[in-house]
């Protein structure tokens, strides 16, 4: 396909990392610029020009609105996404006056950005079927593995993911459509932990990561720079232990995962879902 420039706009830096993480996986012919607020945003589409610009709704100074008024003096053939939390009738009348060409739901999910950029850019692209690893001992070494995980810590579930955000295979009881979510949101903070080193005049890659919730929390670990592991547990679980099994899953696999490329690993997404604790059979 040919190449299409993305605009995105917003004063949260997470969304922003999120979003071009999204759209470098949805297509990577895209290529994605991020700008912190209006301003910074009117520049760069001054200097260039951009298929589509992706902008927060609220945000301080030139709000989105604004931005997307402007747009259509200076580049009226630029495509207009709205993000906002407040979708009311007032705002989609807006929408409909400005000739936005739709607006994305905050919280956001996988689902749909995909779904409204395909839309608004016009590339549609059939979904792939994705078939078996390409070795069905590899698949079952890393259930294995994952199994064990799963059953030493007393997760609630266990993940492989790509450092592509692609869910490579999922051990314990969880919705399919979180899977999606949980691994793009671990591999974009990596990502953007990784950048924030860089910046920092590191070269060392971050190894492990926390997030602790009300009532569980997600650990994250860095397999072999190009997979990673994803432990969400209760708070009644230790975190030193669910730290230790994860580093002896991690030894474990990087040999295994190693035989591939992480794109050969993202053509061949392999989900176990469902897996009832205790006896390690499907449900």
């Keep these: 396909m040919s190449e299409k420039h993305i605009l995105v706009v917003d004063d949260d830096n997470f969304i922003l990392t999120f979003i071009e993480h999204t759209l470098k996986k949805l297509e990577p012919a895209y290529h994605v610029t991020t700008v912190v607020n209006g301003p910074t945003a009117l520049e760069q589409l001054q200097k260039s020009f951009f298929d589509l610009v992706i902008t927060d709704y609220m945000m301080p100074g030139i709000s989105g ?10 580049a009226p053939k630029t495509r207009v996404i709205l993000m906002t939390a407040y979708a009311t009738d007032q705002l989609r009348h807006t929408i409909e006056l400005l000739h936005v060409d739709g607006y994305l739901r905050k919280p956001l999910n996988l689902a749909q950005i995909r779904k409204i950029v395909q839309d608004t850019i016009g590339d549609h692209k059939e979904e792939e079927t994705s078939p078996t ?6 698949e079952k070494d890393i259930g294995k593995h994952l199994q064990a995980l799963f059953s030493n ?13 692609h869910p490579v295979q999922v051990v314990g009881p969880v ?15 990596f990502l953007a932990a990784n950048k924030l080193t860089e910046l920092l005049g590191s070269n060392s ?3 492990s990561s926390s997030f602790e919730g009300n009532d569980q929390v997600i650990y994250a670990y860095n397999v072999n720079g190009q997979f990673l ?14 730290s230790v099994y994860t580093k002896q899953a991690s030894d474990v696999l990087t040999p295994i995962v190693g035989q591939f490329s992480v794109d050969e690993f993202s053509k061949n997404i392999s989900l176990t879902l469902d ?9």
């Design 65 to 74: 609105i604004d931005l997307a008024t402007a747009i259509r003096y200076i």
């Design 175 to 189: 919705n399919k459509d979180d899977v999606a979510n949980v691994a793009t949101l671990v591999a974009a903070n």
């Design 133 to 138: 690893l390409p070795n069905s001992q590899l």
């Design 153 to 165: 810590t007393g997760a609630r579930f266990v993940m492989l993911i790509s450092a592509k955000g």
């Design 205 to 207: 890659a971050y190894k």
């Design 275 to 283: 897996i009832q604790r205790g006896n390690g059979t499907e449900k």
């Design 229 to 242: 592991l994803a432990v969400v547990f209760g708070k009644e679980t230790k975190s030193g232990l669910v």
